[in-house]
T-cell receptor, first 109, second 115 residues
């Protein structure tokens, strides 16, 4: 079966750095996405990786290792507004997205 | 309209009733999707459409139907609602016509309660 694993919840301090991990087992791989979802709102796109390595976009970076079936999202200089759920999704061989359950990130002052 | 809209925002429905959730996008995206989101679970694909006139089944299609008469609209119908269909429903769209990363854009969601 297809599976995406991420921690259920993480806590970090304002101004710090946090890394959210995602491991996956899917039938085929055509890219990995990270989305942010604030409580009661829709998911919004953060990043995309299809090749191994690090993609940096401002305070957010995402890393992919296809051989290990592993990705992480790195958030730097945390702000209170970063409190949200972070969703990892893999596009499989049918070009459909398989979603993890999401990691709820709590930022403390 | 800017992006994707969904209606209604929320609905309480008696079991056995028929209900249509509406979704409209103005980005001329060819692909559209319906997901449900339940606590502790990832988004699960119900149905999708790669282009107007075609639809396909996702991971959890039972009890739901869709149509795609034109590019902009993608309604989801529950023929006879059951309590297990209580969920938050998200409609999404993407432009799959090029080879780029094809991010999905989401509507604001419909919170449905079936009693």
């Amino acid at each position: 079966g297809q599976n995406i694993d991420q921690p259920t919840e993480m806590t970090a301090t304002e101004g710090a750095i946090v890394q959210i991990n995602c491991t996956y087992q899917t039938s085929g791989f055509n890219g990995l996405f990270w989305y942010q979802q604030h409580a009661g709102e829709a998911p919004t796109f953060l990043s995309y990786n299809v090749l191994d390595g690090l993609e940096e976009k401002g305070r957010f970076s995402s890393f992919l290792s296809r051989s290990k079936g592993y990705s992480y999202l790195l958030l730097k200089e945390l702000q209170m507004k970063d409190s949200a759920s972070y969703l990892c999704a893999v596009r499989d061989s049918n070009y459909q997205l398989i979603w993890g359950a999401g990691t709820k990130l709590i930022i403390k002052p | 309209i800017a992006g994707i809209t969904q209606a209604p925002t929320s609905q309480i429905l008696a079991a056995g009733r028929r209900m249509t959730l509406r979704c409209t996008q103005d980005m001329r995206h060819n692909a559209m999707y319906w997901y449900r989101q339940d606590l502790g679970l990832g988004l699960r694909l119900i149905h999708y459409s790669n282009t107007a006139g075609t639809t396909g089944k996702g991971e959890v299609p039972d009890g739901y139907s869709v149509s795609r008469a034109n590019t902009d609209d993608f309604p989801l119908t529950l023929a006879s609602a059951v309590p297990s269909q209580t969920s938050v429903y998200f409609c999404a769209s993407s432009d799959e016509r090029d080879s780029n990363y094809n991010e999905q854009f989401f509507g604001p969601g419909t919170r449905l309660t079936v009693l």
